[in-house]
C-alpha cells in the first residue's frame, strides 16, 4: 500500500469518526430534558449533572496527554469511541439516578479522551497532507450533530423511550466506527534523537490559543443553550419559530466548514480566523439589536458562519506552534473546550437575570473579539497551504514528533 492510499485511507476513517461523535453528542444534549423526566433530577441538580460531564472530559484530556507517551492516539481513540456510545446508551438504558450518574460519569471521560485523540490525529494527517483539510473533518462533526438533532427530534416527536431512541444509532455506530478504526492513520515512530518534549515556555505561547479556544466555545454554547429563548423571549416569536435558530446555526456551520479549507489555502489560517471573527462578533451585534425575530434569524446565521472557522484552526495552530509535541499541545487545548462550556450559559444567564439578554449577547460578542489581538499564534504564510505554499508531493506520515 503507498502512503497516498494510507492517508487517503486515514483520513475517511477519522471524517467517520468525527461523524459519530457529533452524533452522539447531539443526542445527549438535546435529549436532557427527557433524561432529566427520566431519572427525576430536579432543576437545582441538574446544572450539577451537566457540569460534570465536561469536567470529567476535561481530566481524561490531561490523562490522554500521557497515555499518547505510550501507546498511538489511534489506539485510544479507537476504544474511547465505542465506550462513548455505549455510555450514551446506558443513559437510555438505567431506572435510578445512580445509574445515569455513572453513564454520564463514563460518557465524560471517554468523551474527553475522544476529542483529545481525534484532533491529534487530524493534525497529524494535516501535516502530512501538506495543506488544510482540519475545517472538513469538523464539517463531519457538524454534519453528524445535524443527523443527531433530527434523531432527538424523530424520537420526542414518536415519545419513543430513550433507550429506544438511542439503540438504532449506536447499533449502527458502533461497528462502524470500529471498522473504520482499522485505517486510523498515526504518524510513523520518528529517531529519539529527533522528538522534541514540551519547551520550558510552552505554556507562555500555547496561552493564546487557550483563550481563543475558551472564547470560541463560550460563544458555542451560548447559542446552544440561550438562542431559542432569546427568540422566544426577548424577539416575541412563537414557540416553533424560536426551536429554529440552533438549527441554522448549525446548518451554516456546517456549510461554513465545508468550504473553509478552501479559504485558509487562498486567505491563510490567520486571515480566515481574522474574518470569521469579525463576522461571529457582527452576528452577536445583530443578535442584541434585533427589532424582531427574523432580523434575530439573520444573526444566529452570521454567528454559524464567523465561529465555525474558530475551533478547528485553534487545533491545527497548535499543532504548527509545537510540531514535536503537537499531542501535548493538543490534549492541553482542549481542556478549554470544556472550560468554555462551562462558563457560557452561566454567564449569559446570570447576567441576562440580573440586567438584560440583550445586553448579555454583548459579552461573548467582546469575548471573540479577543481572537482578533492573537490572530498573530495561527501563524503566516507557514499556516497558508495553497498555490505557492503547498507541499511538492504527499510526505511520509511520520514527519515530527510524538504523534505528529
Known sequence: MTVDVRLRRGRGALGFSFFAQGVAFALLVT?????????????????????????????????????VKRVPPSAVLRWAQPVVLLALLGVGAGTRLWHVAVALGVFGLSVGALDASMNMLGVSL???????????FHAAYSLGGIVGASAAWAGAHWRLDLFVS?????AVLVPGVLLASRRYADARPVPVAQKEGWPPNGGKLLLPLCLVMACA?????????????????????????ATVPYNVYMVTTLIGRAVGDLGVRRFGAAGLVRGGTVVAAGGFAVVAAAPGAWTGMLGFTMLGLGLCVIVPQTFAAAGRLFPGASDTAIARLNIFNYAGFLIGSPLVGGIG???SYRGAMLVPMVLVLVTLFHARSFGADGARYGVGHERPRVVDVGRGGNGV
Do not use: C
Open 166 to 170: 438511542y439503540l438504532p444509532a449506536v
Open 31 to 67: 435529549r436532557i430534558p427527557a433524561i432529566q423526566d427520566r431519572y427525576g433530577i430536579s432543576d437545582g441538580l441538574l446544572p450539577a449533572f451537566l457540569a460534570a460531564v465536561p469536567i470529567l472530559a476535561g481530566a481524561a484530556s490531561v490523562a490522554t496527554e500521557h497515555l
Open 217 to 241: 466555545y463560550i460563544g458555542d454554547s451560548t447559542v446552544a443553550n440561550w438562542s431559542a429563548k432569546y427568540l422566544q423571549d426577548v424577539l416575541g416569536s412563537s414557540e416553533q419559530l
Open 353 to 355: 437575570d440580573a440586567w
Open 126 to 136: 494535516q501535516r502530512a497532507y501538506g495543506r488544510s483539510i482540519m475545517l472538513g
